[in-house]
Structure formats: structure tokens, C-alpha cells
């Protein structure tokens, strides 16, 4: 064998060690990765203590999507919110009656009725403090007996949903990291239409003025005074052309007779309770989505509920 095939054998026999220990060393620094990832169908429980459609909607949204793709939810909320036009194939599970703040003590009424206080904000909670035993036991018979895979928690005095899904060893959706934007919000698909009332009122007039404070939240006879005085007066100033005002928690009996406008004249508040005022449309409950959708719905005056907010910035 000649000095040059020797060395030529030489450089390939040191290149397969090389090569070789290289194989050798990242196969003793690999971690190995499970790709047998389990794609079957889960079982998801969203759970609110609180419950009402400006709550459970933003997560309903997602639990409609997650149904689509295979997976089995339930919904564990008090009251009673069958929303089978909007979520048919979602189960509710009730844990009882809607919570109603008119219900609840004297002291819970003072958030909606003098100077906001954060001391106050402490009051609201007994009630589910007080449930908080009988609520985590709702909640963990219905995970077991559902065989739950994961945890959807409405944030707001629900701490009973989190604590099962912890004592379960059930995961809970994760905070994003910094370096992930979020984008979104998850909007339904459909929603209800606009009724056919709604919609001529909403035709004929350019600069319409929504107002709705969510399914909980109602304030005092004054401050709706001073609200409906206000629609009056922007109206006569020709501010904006028109006004739906959804009372939903609010009665019509929470209103003075009278109004004392700015320029001293008196106005009934029946007849504009009664929708006989062209410029101003009052209803018990309106089809949120659709009324802030339309093009001439310009302002939205809102009690700052996350439906709220997603519906508003969406549309």
C-alpha cells in the first residue's frame, strides 16, 4: 500500500470516528419528545358563579368553536341561561337562582349608589364567601361525574372553580408570554337580528345613542333621571337624532314621574318610557350585537362588561 491510499484510508477512518461520536454525544444530550399526542375529544366544564349573558358570553364564543372541532362542553353557572338560539349544542348545569344585586344586602347596593368606595367592593363578596363550601362541591361533583379534562374559570368570584380544578390536577388556560400578541376577540358567528322595530327606528335616524348596562347592574332613580334628562337634552340640541336605551335590570317605576329640563320646562317620563317619544326607544332587552353593528349606531354608553367591550371593539 502506497503512502497516498494510506492516508486517503486514514482521513476516511478518522471522519466515521468523528462523525460517529458526534451521533453517540447528541443522542445522550437529546430529550426525547412525545409526538404520540392525544387528539380524542375533551371534556370541558366553563364554570361562572356569577352567571348572565354579558359573563358567560365571551367564553360561550370560544366554547362554541371548541365544540365545532370535536370536544364536549358543559356550562356551570347559576340561574337558568338557555341560550338555544345562540349555543344549542352546549349543556348547562345550573347551581341554583341567578344572582340578582337588587337580592343582596343593603351594603352591596351602595356600588351602584353613592361614590364608588373600594371598602364597599370587599361586601360583595360575602355572598360568595358565605356559598363557597356548597359552590366547590357543585363544581367537583360535576367534574367527576363528567370526567372533566380542563377548566374554563369566569375570573369573578369564582374562586371555588379554580380551587377543584387545582385539587383535581385539571389544567386551566395559561397566560400568554410577553412575546406572544394577542389577537382576537373570538366573536360568534351569528347573532340575533335586529327586531323588526328595532330596525325601522334605527333606519331613520343617522346619530343613534346606545345605552345598556349589562344583565346585573342597575343604579338609582336619581342617576336615571339624570341619564334620561340628558338623551332629552342632547336630542333638543340636536347632538345626536335618536336613543335605545335597554333597561334590562332597570324598571320603569325607577324613574320619576317628572324631568325638570335645563331650560325649565317639565317633561313626562311615561310617555317616553312608553316609546312615544319619535327620537327615543325603550326596551326591556335588545339584540346588543346587531344594534352595535349597524352603521349608525355612533356612541355606546356601557357599565364596561367584557361582552360589552369585545362587541364594541369588534364592530
Known amino acids: 500500500m502506497n503512502k497516498k491510499n494510506f492516508i486517503f484510508l486514514l482521513s476516511l477512518f478518522l471522519l466515521n470516528l468523528i462523525f460517529r461520536v458526534n451521533i453517540i454525544i447528541a443522542t445522550r444530550n437529546h430529550i426525547p419528545t412525545n409526538f404520540d399526542i392525544n387528539l380524542s375529544p375533551k371534556n370541558i366544564l366553563v364554570g361562572s358563579y356569577t352567571g348572565g349573558r354579558s359573563h358567560l358570553k365571551p367564553m360561550l364564543d370560544i366554547a362554541a368553536i371548541l365544540i365545532e372541532r370535536g370536544h364536549n362542553v358543559i356550562m356551570l353557572s347559576s340561574g337558568n341561561y338557555t341560550p338555544a338560539s345562540e349555543y344549542p349544542t352546549i349543556k348547562q348545569i345550573s347551581m341554583g337562582p341567578p344572582l340578582n344585586i337588587k337580592n343582596t344586602r343593603d351594603s ?32 367537583k361533583d360535576t367534574a367527576i361525574d363528567n370526567n372533566i379534562d380542563l377548566f374554563i374559570c369566569y375570573a369573578m368570584f369564582n374562586d371555588a372553580c379554580l380551587d377543584v380544578a387545582h385539587a383535581l390536577k385539571k389544567p386551566l388556560p395559561q397566560a400568554l408570554p410577553s412575546n406572544v400578541q394577542e389577537i382576537g376577540p373570538i366573536i360568534s358567528k351569528d347573532y340575533p337580528p335586529l327586531t323588526p322595530e328595532l330596525s325601522n327606528f334605527m333606519n331613520v335616524h343617522e346619530r343613534v345613542l ?40 332597570t324598571s320603569k317605576n325607577d324613574f320619576s314621574p317628572t324631568l325638570n329640563l335645563s331650560n325649565g320646562l317639565q317633561v313626562q317620563t311615561s310617555s317616553i318610557l312608553n316609546n312615544e317619544h319619535p327620537h327615543i326607544h325603550i326596551t326591556n332587552f335588545a339584540p346588543q350585537f346587531a344594534v352595535l353593528n349597524h352603521t349608525n349606531t355612533k356612541l355606546f354608553f356601557s357599565h364596561g362588561g367584557a361582552g360589552s367591550i369585545h362587541e364594541s371593539l369588534f364592530t
Open 108 to 139: 352591596a347596593r351602595l356600588i351602584v349608589q353613592a361614590e364608588f368606595d373600594y371598602i364597599i367592593l370587599a361586601k360583595i363578596f360575602e355572598s360568595s364567601v358565605q356559598s363557597y363550601k356548597s359552590t366547590y362541591e357543585i363544581y
Open 210 to 249: 346606545y345605552i345598556a348596562f349589562g344583565g346585573r347592574f342597575f343604579t338609582t332613580t336619581e342617576n336615571n333621571n339624570k341619564i334620561l334628562q340628558s338623551i332629552i337634552e342632547i336630542i333638543n340640541k340636536n347632538m345626536i337624532d335618536g336613543v335605545i336605551w335597554a333597561l334590562v335590570m
